[in-house]
């Protein structure tokens, strides 16, 4: 495909993920399973583009002065792309299976740029009525932070060491450009693409099919190691999903102890045996989904309870923009209350002594430090561990800064820590 081709096919994508509120995802596989012709590389680009115009649709639509998908994506080409008039004039040159050319208002705004006066959520590509409760988290950083959440994500990986060391991880994907995490002492990083270039498909490997690996952003490693799990010990993930943090506690562990899995969502927990299995995983127990019986069998028996809440996804939104913009009030208030539920599930199950960690791929207070001192103020027999000591027992070494300021708990973000973003809190009950 020519490249106007492929910028008139990104628009068209656009146009079904805004038109409909479907997943970006889904709109680009249903056009490329309609447009057989488009090679790899065609699909890439098209899904760049589809992309970069969901993160940076406020700035796009206020460079441009209207949302249409037309406006979005050409905003996009010079916010994101950085592309100049010239260069977008000639991808909208009007012939055929293009974009129409630019019209004289398009070209005006594309000259102006974005305005220095711009709003807070439009420089920092968030909706607006977020801001009161972002600027609560990050102050006068605000902007930034989500600057820094409206851009790609590298794709981050967690070696599994009961199956592999981080050195032959590295080693088998050094072709991809891998290199070591910062935070994570298992953690394994590809940047992302360039305009044209599409992220590898690591999990087709056979490093991946032996179970070396497991794609992991390096902020849900870092919650998986601050749980401070050790051999031997008595655990539950409570909110295991498709078991992303329990492999990683399983490895931790060694195998050695009891590891309970458990969610209330049969769907999201079905892949997870898969997934021990590749991982070499033998200790864990899945819990029937929605089983809260069986969960509560477990009362006062367990040294550690990790709680991956359900929440707004508001820390992922680098990879599912589309997302953020969908985000509503009464969302956000209803994640709040299935958190406030799963922890009061979660809580008698901590044996005296033992530990609660709470995390979240959100940014957002009320999903985090809120439902922290909510939590304490209903159990005060638990206590936060201050992050600099959780750190130091569990990965050694000192803690990065709190992205917003505290030091009793965890706020990852990609502007601070080159993470998504995330929250991780470390309780202990009284012995």
């Known amino acids: 495909m020519r490249p106007p081709a492929r910028l008139q096919a990104a628009v068209d994508v656009l146009t079904e993920v805004l038109a409909g509120n479907r997943p970006a995802a889904v709109a680009l596989a249903d056009w490329g399973r309609a447009h057989r012709f488009a090679g ?20 796009a639509a206020c460079l441009m002065g209207a949302q249409t998908p037309r406006a979005l994506m050409i905003g996009t080409l010079q916010l994101a792309w950085n592309e100049d008039l010239n260069a977008i004039a000639a991808l909208t040159d009007g012939s055929r299976h293009a974009p129409a050319a630019l019209s004289q208002i398009e070209c005006a705004a594309l000259g102006r740029g974005l305005p220095a006066d711009a709003p807070d959520h439009v420089r920092g590509d968030f909706p607006a009525w977020l801001t009161p409760s972002l600027e609560r988290a990050f102050g006068s950083a605000t902007v930034s932070q989500m600057q820094a959440l409206s851009v790609r994500a590298p794709l981050d990986l967690r070696t599994n060491t009961l199956r592999a060391t981080r050195d032959q991880v590295l080693a088998v994907l050094a072709p991809h450009g891998a290199t070591a995490t910062l935070l994570s002492p298992l953690g394994v990083r590809i940047a992302p693409s360039g305009h044209n270039g599409r992220t590898p498909n690591v999990e087709v490997l056979d490093a991946h099919a032996r179970g070396w690996y497991e794609v992991q952003d390096e902020a849900s490693q870092i919650a998986a190691l601050l749980t401070g799990v050790r051999p031997g010990m008595a655990v539950a993930d409570v909110c295991a999903g498709a078991g992303g943090k329990t492999l990683a506690m399983a490895a931790r562990m060694d195998n050695g102890g009891a590891l309970h899995a458990y969610d209330l969502s049969s769907a999201r927990l079905r892949p997870i045996h898969a997934r021990l299995k590749r991982a070499g995983a033998t200790i864990v127990s899945v819990l029937d989904a929605g089983r809260t019986d069986q969960l509560a069998a477990l009362a006062g028996q367990l040294d550690l309870v990790l709680v991956d809440a359900p929440c707004t996804g508001s820390g992922v ?23 406030v539920i799963v922890l009061d599930i979660a809580a008698p199950l901590v044996g005296r002594g033992g530990r609660l960690v709470y995390a979240t791929c959100s940014i957002l207070p009320e999903e985090n430090v809120d439902q922290i001192a909510a939590f304490i103020a209903r159990h005060p027999d638990f206590t936060v561990i201050p992050t600099a000591t959780a750190w130091a027992r569990a990965i050694g070494g000192p803690a990065p800064s709190s992205a917003d300021g505290r030091t009793d708990t965890l706020q990852l973000t990609p502007r601070t820590h080159g993470t998504d973003g995330f929250f991780v809190a470390v309780l202990e009950r009284q012995a």
């Open 40 to 59: 790899s590389g065609d699909r890439a680009v098209i899904g760049n583009l589809v992309y970069d115009a969901l993160r940076r649709k406020a700035s």
């Open 317 to 339: 939104w680098r990879r599912m923009p589309e997302t953020k913009w969908w985000l509503t009030r009464a969302e956000l208030e209803q994640r709040q209350a299935e958190q």
